[in-house]
């Protein structure tokens, strides 16, 4: 839902430039771009959004792990899955 990946984007250090969030947007039906949009605006070297086909969670997972370049990953999973790359 589009308050539970608020709730995760507040949650997280967006100022941090040591760390990439990805936003997979797995076909929702909702707004969440538009949800996300103040995020990209305020952190686009942070936070990133992507839509997809709709999927399942490993699907979601490999779509962000393609894109991270780092050391370590992590995942918040919500209806929507909000990926996090730590570099």
Same mark, same amino acid.
């Given at each position: 839902?589009?308050?539970?990946?608020?709730?995760? =984007?507040?949650?997280?250090?967006?100022?941090?430039? /040591?760390?990439?969030?990805? !936003? *997979?947007?797995?076909?929702?039906? &909702? $707004? =969440?771009?538009?949800?996300?949009?103040?995020?990209? /605006?305020?952190?686009?070297? !942070? *936070?990133?959004?992507?839509?997809? &086909? $709709?999927?399942?969670?490993?699907?979601?997972?490999?779509?962000?792990?393609?894109?991270?370049?780092?050391?370590?990953?992590?995942?918040?999973?919500?209806?929507?899955?909000?990926?996090?790359?730590?570099?």
């Amino acid at each position: 839902s589009t308050k539970t990946i608020c709730d995760t =984007l507040n949650s997280i250090d967006c100022k941090n430039d /040591d760390i990439d969030v990805f !936003v *997979v947007d797995d076909g929702s039906t &909702d $707004n =969440l771009k538009d949800v996300v949009q103040p995020y990209l /605006d305020t952190y686009p070297n !942070v *936070v990133h959004y992507f839509r997809k &086909d $709709n999927g399942n969670q490993g699907s979601c997972i490999n779509f962000a792990i393609q894109r991270a370049n780092s050391k370590f990953f992590s995942f918040f999973a919500a209806f929507l899955f909000s990926i996090i790359s730590l570099i």
